[in-house]
């Protein structure tokens, strides 16, 4: 595996060499502060499992654990959406009944 340091780019690189060293680099940098969450929130910095295949189950828990936790955000934000729709529902259904209620008298 060969480790990539950003360096200034050098006088013969092309347009589209300095853009994409640039584009890596910074696909780079995303991914980075992702594995530093795995590994302190996610107990990634510590392989709990033993054999050949240990690294990988733990690494493949970790991700599953990372999905799921996303998922569940979206998904308490999508309650508490629809919470506060059927609120707003039944206050305006409410408002209007008291409404003609009141307009007929």
Same mark, same amino acid.
């Given at each position: ?21 640039? @584009? #890596? ?8 502060? $992702?594995?530093?969450?795995? *590994?302190?929130?996610?107990? &990634? ?23 799921? @936790? #996303? ?8 309650? $508490?959406?629809?919470?506060? *729709?059927?609120?707003?529902? &039944? ?15």
């Amino acid at each position: 595996m060969k480790l990539s340091i950003p360096s200034t780019p050098r006088k013969k690189d092309t347009a589209y060499q300095k853009q994409t060293k640039r @584009k #890596k680099f910074r696909t780079r940098a995303a991914i980075e502060p $992702i594995i530093g969450h795995l *590994k302190t929130d996610f107990r &990634l910095a510590k392989n709990y499992f033993m054999g050949e295949t240990g690294p990988q189950i733990n690494a493949l828990l970790a991700a599953t654990v990372w999905n799921m @936790k #996303k998922m569940m955000e979206l998904l308490k934000q999508k309650i $508490i959406f629809l919470f506060y *729709k059927i609120q707003i529902m &039944l206050f305006s259904n409410l408002v209007f009944k008291n409404k003609l209620n009141s307009g007929f008298c």
